[in-house]
């Protein structure tokens, strides 16, 4: 929970993913409640959580200064009364503790902290309807999400696993037979006193709920992870029109498009979840540089890296949003495993992984796979995943989740210690043999990270390292003040970068284009010649090759109508920036929008976003200037 205190903190306060400042003035100066702030209070609410001050007004700089609320008792009683109205507002999240008002200067704000909604209580919304009252947080922004994703929302909130559903109309006639039978052979050698074995195909889908009965309705069939798991692709397909499976083995540290290797339904195989696993658990695992261990005098093959990448691969499949627009994605680099899947988490990233406690998306599909000896139950599954990169010294997995252009979970495996000497050799070239010789460990891991990730924030650096919060803040303030760091953004909207990736205009972004002397060297990035660090899951995109036309295709469904909903213009707008810089006219021309409301209502919130990157990002005003979409934030290629 953020604190204000003093002049000082509002003057280094900035909107960001998880502040929102209003002036809450009323009409007769007095104070009240702003029209918007149950928007932001939804969308905190749907998204991370957040902190509303009322009573600072916003300046051109996007500073703020301090105007304080006149009548704070009569504005707080208010916002208890909406609050509580259920035809305002759909849930009540807040406690006492978690509004309160403070004294700055002599004058009073209102401070409300909103906590994020659990599963059983999102979509909270507004004015009594889910479908045009639901927002989620985008950067310093609220978004109102469209249909699809509510309807998402709703169906996390009332289901306890999505895959328990009976599809209607379909048969064991929908299923690969042989996939079946390879999964029973797997079943026996496990278990081969069990009583299933000795059943037939139906009989035992029944048992393992991959086929049931409605008691209630009288309806029977295959049930959604019945034909996930064992089903042909076309019923997959028909069922899940959005359903998706992709591996690609790339050939260098780096996230451009190119593969050598590559596993998709093609019809050459059945294209379910079952044997995509046989399938990719094999290409993983084919060439592990890890040492075998021994058990007594046997040699064990089956290290704790494999059994991480084994369940990693699990669970990127049995968690996965099968409604999500977003495809599940499996990337093999040689310093790296990514693993993409639809949906966001069910419960935090901290607590899982802590483990124990567990929320899977797909119950029955966590269960197919446990029966033959493959996942873990109980959130043991990511503490296995970070004991073996553990075992190795390798840095600790990276998991996060993305919401543009679809929300979806990525969990990105280094296989690089905590100080590649690549890394070191950079930062002794960029900020001095003697300087890096000078700073202590924590301080060296700290710039070894942002050089590697391209960028860190709090909590990633609380994952790495073991320190205090306090002691890592007083770590970033110290690297800041030598000028080894940049700062953006306010809050958990935080970021910190390596100051020296601003020294060279010529580098064009931030994060990226031929940052480094030799791009085969560069340890993690995104596209061709990118070096941000991030796990860049995208592998396709828009190409430019043809002059305008491909931009202008993209461009069409905005630019062929007046009103088109924000969502829709900021998903079109990364797409178009994607593979090529675009000027503010070039957008504005494109989109068939002026250039004022480009700039003003996405090119600025984008940025602050971090969705964009300027091309000349030392100089905002380069009459040059044009804007690239951060690829990380593009993975979705299906």
């Not at 966001?344 to 197919?368: P, W």
Request: some cysteine; proline content about 4%; overall charge neutral.
């Amino acid at each position: 929970m953020l604190e204000l205190n003093s002049l000082t903190d509002i003057a280094a306060l900035r909107e960001s993913v998880d502040i929102e400042c209003k002036l809450a003035q009323g009409r007769d100066g007095k104070g009240g409640l702003p029209n918007d702030l149950w928007e932001t209070y939804s969308a905190f609410a749907n998204t991370s959580g957040g902190d509303i001050f009322l009573g600072l007004k916003e300046n051109k700089d996007l500073s703020f200064d301090l105007r304080g609320v006149e009548n704070a008792e009569k504005v707080l009683e208010d916002f208890w009364n909406n609050l509580n109205n259920p035809q305002k507002v759909s849930a009540n999240l807040l406690r006492d503790a978690m509004v309160k008002v403070i004294t700055i200067e002599g004058m009073r704000l209102i401070h409300i902290h909103v906590p994020q909604a659990s599963r059983q209580q999102k979509p909270v919304f507004v004015n009594n309807n889910p479908l045009t009252g639901t927002f989620k947080r985008l950067g310093s922004g609220d978004m109102k999400l469209q249909r699809d994703a509510v309807s998402r929302l709703l169906a996390e909130q009332s289901e306890e696993s999505r895959d328990a559903e009976i599809l209607v109309g379909y048969s064991i006639e929908d299923l690969d037979l042989d996939s079946l039978r390879v999964y029973r052979n797997m079943y026996s050698t496990r278990a081969p006193d069990h009583p299933w074995n000795k059943v037939d195909n139906q009989e035992f889908l029944k048992q393992i709920a991959a086929w049931r009965k409605d008691r209630v309705s009288g309806v029977s069939g295959i049930t959604r992870a019945g034909l996930l798991m064992f089903g042909q692709y076309q019923p997959i397909q028909e069922a899940f029109p959005n359903y998706m499976v992709d591996y690609q083995e790339r050939p260098e540290a780096k996230t451009e498009a190119r593969w050598i290797d590559r596993i998709v339904p093609d019809g050459t195989w059945s294209g379910n979840v079952f044997d995509f696993y046989q399938k990719v658990i094999r290409k993983l695992t084919a060439d592990l540089k890890v040492p075998f261990v021994l058990e007594g005098d046997q040699r064990q093959d089956d290290t704790l890296v494999h059994k991480a990448l084994r369940e990693a691969l699990v669970n990127t499949l049995i968690h996965a949003d099968y409604s999500g627009r977003a495809s599940i994605l499996i990337v093999k680099r040689p310093d790296m495993f990514g693993f993409r899947n639809p949906g966001l988490m069910r419960i935090s990233i901290e607590t899982a992984v802590k483990g124990s406690e567990s929320d899977c998306r797909n119950r029955i599909l966590q269960n197919l796979f446990r029966f033959v000896g493959l996942g873990e139950n109980a959130g043991s599954g990511l503490p296995k995943i970070f004991d073996g990169w553990k075992s190795q010294h390798w840095r600790q997995p990276l998991l996060k989740e993305k919401t543009v252009p679809n929300d979806q979970t990525l969990l990105e495996l280094h296989a690089l210690s905590l100080i590649p000497e690549k890394t070191i050799q950079f930062l002794r070239k960029s900020i001095g043999s003697a300087e890096f010789d000078s700073l202590n460990e924590t301080e060296r891991l700290v710039l070894a990270t942002a050089h590697i990730e391209s960028t860190v924030d709090h909590r990633r650096l609380m994952q790495v390292l073991d320190i205090h919060p306090k002691d890592l803040s007083a770590t970033f303030s110290g690297l800041i003040e030598r000028g080894y760091l940049l700062q953006d953004g306010a809050g958990r909207g935080t970021i910190y970068f390596l100051a020296s990736a601003r020294l060279n205009d010529d580098i064009k972004e931030i994060f990226g284009d031929d940052f480094f002397d030799d791009p085969k060297e560069t340890l993690s990035g995104t596209g061709s010649s990118d070096s941000s660090g991030g796990l860049n899951l995208n592998s396709g995109g828009l190409s430019d090759s043809s002059g305008g036309g491909v931009l202008k295709r993209v461009a069409e469904p905005v630019a062929s109508k007046k009103k088109v909903s924000r969502e829709i213009v900021v998903k079109t707008i990364l797409e178009l920036c994607q593979d090529r810089a675009c000027t503010l006219e070039e957008l504005a021309s494109l989109l068939n929008r002026s250039t004022n409301v480009i700039r003003k209502d996405y090119l600025q919130p984008m940025l602050k976003a971090k969705l964009l990157l300027y091309k000349y990002p030392t100089k905002p005003n380069h009459p040059d200037q044009a804007y690239r979409t951060v690829k990380e934030e593009l993975a979705n290629d299906h």
